[in-house]
């Protein structure tokens, strides 16, 4: 056979090594770059019991979200704060959309057609829709959709509805159409719970008692207090037996983290304060150069850490203390500084000085400018100015004004002082006259002023302050994080961690009960990082340095505390108090009996136990806690079930143990209709429904959070 027919009748088996080498020569890449040959987990934020979340998913939600924030907001860049609430709502909204509509599909509640037309267009439309057409800021029914009593307008909201584009119909009819349908789905599963809730006369009956007998009992308590700690031996056997037959006490809600820190914070040396304070003093000159109200303003917004330029002017006394007298003394144009105030450096000039009133009384009605209907608004505000006067002014602005605090009061806004106010508004207000009624515009509308008095005038100055931190520079920072970085690496054991720490006279910080999507440590800014390192490290890890602002950390797992039963090691402190705890018990029951079998009154049983007696009043089934003894539910059982004069057993307590006797007992009157008890039986249940019910539900259900690892 010719070595080419060889090859031929081998090409499958060529075939077959050549395909394994390749899947070897794959999957040997992907082990390596670890990642997974089949479906990835890294894309997936959480899962909601089989159902998974793609990050892709969730995120399309939370922009949405997002956007609209800022639409309703009017700002383009939302606070941290502000985005990390709205994650939240968009998770929570999973969680509920997921959970409840297998729920919804499992009992078969549904809401068609005509019952959403009806919430949103009926005689009586949703809260939410209205919600939808009323101006957040006024609280009042957009114009034009309003009924002549104030409410929403349905037909209205129907011809909006007919006549939208594409764009809204997209960006809002559908999104209030599905909150709608989902707030009906609740709202009908919810009612269906409500309704199986059955009262019935003995249970009522037994409320009605319990609530309204009352008991007066006689005790005795030795308190666990009474016996040092170190009276009582526990073994490892005791602790391990308290352990096993307390485990639900030590169950774990949610999966968190405990951690020992150090902080290495950076101040601002000698060197770096005079830095700041040279770079000052080159600024003098071009400062001392401008001319003009507006190049003093651009330059102290240019060269100031705050970009802040005042434009108020201050009377004396209301400056600070080592500029005011000077800045009343000097000539428009002075400088002083480089100054020290707190922790900034300041260069503060003289622009201008005026005699004006120290306050101004005046009234106003505004108008509200919507979206950009600004037409509208100023055609308003110059109607009611062609029929002002000041003996009408009250009226028309208890009548118009949209500004809701003063409009109440005939539009006073009382006296204010210089810069109390945006700035067209107090220039109309301390530069017009006492009578005046003029027009101006601001952020909030337009305002109809009148001003109705001006108080003593006095010599004001205005002057612009060009500030700077007193803040460590790039030198001084790579210091401390040497410092820092130097800890850690030598400090790399739980062991050297505490020694390095008595060695050094370092500050330990401790930060317990850390969840993974925590965003907030206190004391420290932005500590996401140092979380998530958390739950990457084990148990025991020292971290490699932390940079969050000046401050740089160095931190050790000391605790992993998983959800659930938590493990004996990690609650071995609290365990073994409480076989100490029981082991008094014992001992105070042993005790009690040997005297109970020689006393019958509860006088003598005190004498010999070394007690006073002590009485409980006014003792109810349904109390939660007792004066001096707290929250002693078997004392409140035994009271309720012990007939009267009659000494109970030792019954061991949180407190302590105790024996104790009913001296008296008040029935209740006797009532024949339980209607109303029965109603606020259901009613106490019915209430809590809305809440506990998805709680439940989620509580059945398995849940992966990992938004901690995208955000």
Sequence with gaps: MSVLAKIRNKAGLLVAIIGIALFSFVVGDLLNSG??????????????????????EFGAL??????????????????????????????????????MKKEFERVGVIVGDDELSNMLIGSNPHPYVAQAFTNQQTGQIFEGYSLPDGRLNPSKVAEFIQGANQEQLDKFIKPMEQSLREARLTEKYNNLIKKGFYVTTAEAKRDYVEDNKI???????????????????????????????????????????????????????????????????????????????????????????????DESYHKQGTLPLNIDSIMFAAEKGTILGPYIEGNQIKLAKLIDSKVAPDSVKARHILVKINGTDTL??????????????????????????????????????????????????????????????????????????????????ARKVQVATIDRAITPSSNTLQQYYRKANEFGGKYNTPELFEKGIAENKLDKRIADNIKENDKTISGLDSPRELIRWMYEADQGNISSVFELGTKYIVAHLVEVKEKGILPLELVQEQVKQGAIQDKKAEQFIEKFNTVLAQEKSIENIAIKMEEQV????????????????????????????LKPKTISQPIKGKAGVYVLVVDEVKEPAAITDYKGIKNKMIGSVTGRVDYEVFEALKSNVDIVDNRSKFY
């Excluded at 979200?65 to 709205?86: D, F, H, N, T, Y």
């Excluded at 006014?618 to 929250?631: A, H, M």
């Design 614 to 641: 002590l009485q409980a009043e006014n003792i109810k089934f349904t109390l939660n806690s007792l004066p001096g003894l707290g929250r002693e539910g078997k004392f409140i059982g035994s009271v309720a079930s």
């Design 376 to 457: 509208r608004a100023k055609n308003r505000i110059d109607s009611l100015k062609s029929v002002v006067s000041a003996k009408n002014f009250e009226e028309l602005a208890k009548k118009f004004s949209e500004d809701p605090g003063s409009g109440e009061k005939g539009g006073d806004l009382g006296w204010f002082t210089e810069g109390a106010m945006v700035k067209a508004f107090n220039d109309a207000c301390f530069n017009g006259k006492k009578g005046d009624i003029v027009v101006v515009q601001s952020d909030f509308g337009y305002h109809l002023i009148e001003i109705l008095d001006k108080g003593a005038e």
């Design 215 to 309: 008991y007066t009992a006689k005790y005795v308590i030795k308190r666990y207090s009474y016996m040092a700690d170190s009276a009582v031996k526990v073994t490892d056997a005791d602790i391990k037996k308290y352990y096993n037959e307390h485990k639900n006490e030590f169950k774990a809600k949610e999966t968190t983290r405990k951690i020992d820190y150090v902080v290495f914070e950076a101040f601002a040396s000698s060197e770096d304060t005079a830095a700041i304070f040279e770079e000052l003093k080159k600024l003098t000159v071009d400062f001392k150069e401008n001319k003009t109200a507006k190049d003093d303003s651009l330059f102290v917004v240019r060269e100031s850490d705050s970009k802040f330029f």
């Design 35 to 56: 990642t997974s040959f089949f479906a990835s987990e890294r894309d997936v934020i959480g899962k909601i019991g089989d159902k998974k979340i793609k990050i892709t």
């Design 62 to 99: 939370y922009e949405n979200r997002l956007r609209q924030q800022q639409e309703r907001s009017g700002e383009a860049v939302l606070e941290e704060p502000v985005k990390e609430m709205i994650q939240k709502q968009t998770w929570d909204n999973l969680l509920n959309d997921v959970i």
